[in-house]
Every structure is written in structure tokens, then in C-alpha cells.
């Protein structure tokens, strides 16, 4: 059973300083290290316009071990040509020295505007006067210091047998896995098989981060990865896989309710579909969906626009009206049923469409569909649309 815990995982350090990234003053260069050798597991964005930093992580997670990583806010370093890998490069390779590890034992993550080479100037001179050790702890900090335009910063903590596990994250918008503009590391001092820690990862990540959606679009620098140095000893793996679980989805929903604008997070929860990946499709097709969004968003019970969204997944002709049934939380809204009927167990529309206003007036709106078909099922997390989505991604750059 994972439990909420106040606890750091043992071994595990963080620094963060403001090197100009943005001109705010604001912390926005984080670095996340493991005093003792630790096994990594990591999956990243499969966007054909992945960044530098995202490459080299790939090269530098392939073989399961990884110290670290060192993360720049509010610079994606994308589409910088060679210049950018090789101050990515730098960077990276800079941090390891100071660790005393190699430059591939650290992973690098960026995240911000793209086309926009580092400021490194800037850069230099902070590594210039970094020291080893860092201290211990400042998850806090880390998630603060990664956040864009996140409103606030995202961690969560758990205990699982007798080793800790901590997650953090950032992102609220360009969010469509795989995966987001996310970017989320986890840290254990829990002792696992790598073979079984990277399976179980994957299995989590799958049902968790890869399944929220924001605006559909994809990211350059998506990066997710979990660190453990196994200084707490040995965690059943089942037991470990429930803690990742709880500790990701917290997180998920905290990103999916923090959307770029938004006010509302949306769940859409798919049953009865043929497999998993049809439910997971459906569900995506409808928390994508502008005008589900925006219905969400104005409290209008207009359920037809779900009805519409399910419809829009014209490929999977098992899909048949007749046997779909939609919820808004626990108000069926399809099939309807007669209005009175012979038995007098038919719906009065009115009232019908006061408790689906009701139920979309609250902070979290959970839509219910029911394929009738088999035994596939998915979850998917979303966020309304609103006026706040457009004017600051209006004014992104400006």
C-alpha cells in the first residue's frame, strides 16, 4: 500500500539557480542527481523535431543507468541545427563533471520556445561556480524551477515498503502524448530488476501520462524518467508499481487541471469497448474535441457534442448508436428515454439537462461512455477550453 509521505528518497540531491533563461530572475536550471550509481528508466517524445537535449537522453538512457538530469526552463533548444547540440552537449557534459560521472550518465531535458538558441554566456558563468555535493532534498525547488507557463509547481510524495518515492513535473499546454510538453522525473531509493523496473515504468506511463491531452498538439522535448538507486533495499514489485501509479496519476491530474487557461479537469471514462486501445481512442476523441471543451467550459448540458465526438471515430465500425450509453457524472443522458413513459420512469428534459449543469458547474466533470461492445477500458484526463487558452498563447512570445 503507498502511503503520503513528508520524506526524500535517501541519496538523492537537487540544485537549482536562475542562469537567464528568462528574464524574470526566477530559478529556471535544475539539477536532480543520485549520490550513488542508480538504474534509469525513461521514455521521451517520438515528434520527428525532437530537440538535442531528448537525442542525447535517449543515447544516455539506452543502457538503464543514468546519475541524473540537468533541465533548462523557458528554452526548448529545437530546431537549433548543430549549435544547439553541441551547447546541449556542453551543458550536460559540464554538470557531469562537477558530479564526477560521465557525460552519459546524466540525462538533459529543455523545455520553453523553440528555435531560440541557449543563453550561454549566462550558462557558463553559473557552471563555473557550481560545487559538489549538492544538498540533499529541494524536490520543491526542481518543480518549481521546471515550470513555463505552469501556474504552480507540481510534486508528490509516497511511501512504498520501506523506501520513498518522489515524483515532480511540469506542463499545462502543447499536451498530446506522446507526451506532452511534459517533462517528469521520478526518484526512488527502492532496489528493483531493472528489466522488471523499466516494464513496470512503461506500463504506468502508458496509463497515466499517455493519457492526457490538453490541445492536441504534440511536443519537441517531452521527457519522462524514473531514478533508483536502491539505497532503501528491496520493494515488491507489484507494491512498487501502485505507489509509481498513485504518484503519477496525482500528477497527471494536477497538469490536466492546471491546462494552459483552464478552469475545469475533464475525465472521460471509457468502458465496454473492444480492447483497451479503442476505449483509449474514444476517450481521447472526446477530451480533444473544441467543442466538448468549450461546452464544458460554459456549463452547457449540451451532450450531444459527446454523442458528436464518438461519432467523429468513423474507422471503428463496431461502434453502433443503439447500444452507446453517455454520463455526465451519474446523469445518463443516452439512449433517451421517453420522456414520461408508459411506466413513468422516462426523463423530464429539463430537468435532465439542470442536473448535467449541475454536475458541469463543479472543478471536475467525469464523462461516462459505454460502448457495449467488450471488455476494453480507458481513462483519459483533459481540461476545458477557455478565453485564458487563447490570449496566452496569443502572447507566448510577446
Known amino acids: 500500500m503507498s502511503e503520503p509521505t513528508p520524506h526524500a528518497p535517501q541519496g538523492f540531491v537537487v540544485h537549482t539557480a ?78 557531469a563533471r562537477v558530479v564526477g560521472v560521465a557525460g552519459d550518465e546524466l540525462l538533459i531535458a529543455s523545455t520553453g520556445v523553440i528555435g531560440r538558441q541557449y543563453p550561454m554566456r549566462g550558462i557558463r558563468e553559473h557552471l563555473a561556480t557550481l560545487s559538489w555535493p549538492f544538498p540533499e532534498g529541494g524536490f520543491g525547488q526542481a518543480a518549481r524551477a521546471m515550470m513555463t507557463t505552469d501556474t504552480r509547481p507540481k510534486e508528490v510524495r509516497v511511501s512504498v515498503g520501506g523506501a520513498t518515492l518522489v515524483g515532480v513535473a511540469k506542463g499545462v499546454g502543447m499536451m498530446e502524448p506522446d507526451m506532452a510538453t511534459l517533462l517528469t522525473f521520478f526518484a526512488t531509493d527502492a532496489r528493483l530488476d531493472p528489466a522488471e523496473q523499466d516494464r513496470l515504468f512503461r506500463r504506468v506511463m502508458d496509463r497515466t501520462f499517455n493519457a492526457v491531452s490538453i490541445d492536441t498538439d504534440t511536443s519537441t522535448s517531452d521527457t519522462a524518467a524514473l531514478f533508483a538507486n536502491g539505497l532503501a533495499g528491496d520493494v515488491e514489485p507489484a507494491e512498487f508499481e501502485q505507489a509509481l501509479h498513485t504518484a503519477a496519476l496525482a500528477l497527471v491530474k494536477d497538469i490536466a487541471s492546471d491546462g494552459e487557461g483552464a478552469s475545469k479537469l475533464i475525465e472521460v471514462r471509457v468502458t465496454g469497448a473492444r480492447d483497451d486501445a479503442q476505449a483509449k481512442r474514444v476517450g481521447k476523441t472526446v477530451v480533444n474535441s473544441p467543442l466538448v471543451k468549450t461546452a464544458v467550459h460554459g456549463c452547457d448540458p449540451n451532450w450531444g457534442r459527446v454523442a458528436m465526438a464518438i461519432g467523429k471515430c468513423s474507422d471503428d465500425t463496431d461502434i453502433d448508436q443503439d447500444r452507446v450509453t453517455i454520463r455526465f457524472g451519474d446523469v445518463e443522458v443516452y439512449p433517451p428515454r421517453p420522456e414520461g413513459g408508459q411506466d413513468g420512469s422516462g426523463q423530464d428534459e429539463d430537468t435532465l439537462l439542470t442536473a448535467v449543469a449541475e454536475h458541469l458547474g463543479g472543478d471536475e466533470v467525469v464523462i461516462g461512455i459505454d460502448l457495449a461492445i467488450g471488455d476494453g477500458a480507458f481513462t483519459v484526463y483533459g481540461c476545458d477550453l477557455t478565453e485564458g487558452y487563447v490570449k496566452l498563447n496569443s502572447e507566448y512570445t510577446t
Open 18 to 95: 536562475p542562469v537567464g533563461l528568462a528574464d524574470d530572475g526566477r530559478d529556471d536550471f535544475t539539477v536532480l542527481a543520485s549520490t550513488v550509481p542508480a538504474v534509469v528508466s525513461a521514455v521521451f517524445t517520438r515528434s520527428r523535431f525532437a530537440g538535442p537535449s531528448v537525442l542525447l537522453s535517449r543515447e544516455a538512457a539506452a543502457d538503464g543507468r543514468a546519475r541524473g538530469v540537468v533541465v533548462l526552463a523557458r528554452n526548448a533548444n529545437v530546431a537549433t541545427g548543430a549549435e544547439g547540440e553541441a551547447h546541449a552537449r556542453e551543458v550536460r557534459d559540464a554538470v
